[in-house]
């Protein structure tokens, strides 16, 4: 068992709580569903709360909605894989937070001449914290942030927001994607 599953068995009553549940699976939904409308060219990005999620870039709603549709379906299926994504702020977190960590350790010293001894140790072992920061985010997406069960979620609601942006820089388009859990 990886330290991620550990640090995710030990925390088990935390992330199954109702409320972090809904959000991590939301969360996991607008993982799919950006990986759904990725593949028609939409770069988009996300975020998620307790009552569905926001994707923000200009996709029709009709695309939207059968996205959503499409990523629970194949995550009823099986696909848990879906719910983790390569570009997640989860990814950026943690690459940030151990570059920064690395960064504090390779530079704490008695003195600046010290720390400056350490420079190229210090970037060698942030530019090895870099490289290894996405298969961890990835994992810590799969057992902490999202989850790759929907448990019954449904789509209740897509709502297009679109605004002018100033100095003709063009429409910025916001969708609500409004969840709710199956009715037992």
Known sequence: MSPIEQLAQRAAPLL???Y???IRRNHGLEHATIHILSRHGHRLSGRSDSDGFYLLGDVPSE???SAVNEALERMAAGESELAVHPNCGTNLVTASFLATLVGFAG?????????????NTAM????????IAPALGGEL????TTAGDTGGLQLKAVKRHSWQLPFNLGRLV???VATQQAQA
């Open 63 to 65: 695309q939207v909605e």
């Open 141 to 144: 997406q799969r057992h902490v």
């Open 124 to 131: 060698t072992v942030m530019s090895l914290v870099l490289m």
């Open 20 to 22: 972090i549940l809904r």
């Open 107 to 119: 530079f704490a010293g008695q003195s600046r001449r010290q720390a400056w001894r350490r420079f």
């Open 174 to 176: 916001l969708h609500r």
């Open 16 to 18: 199954r709580h109702p």
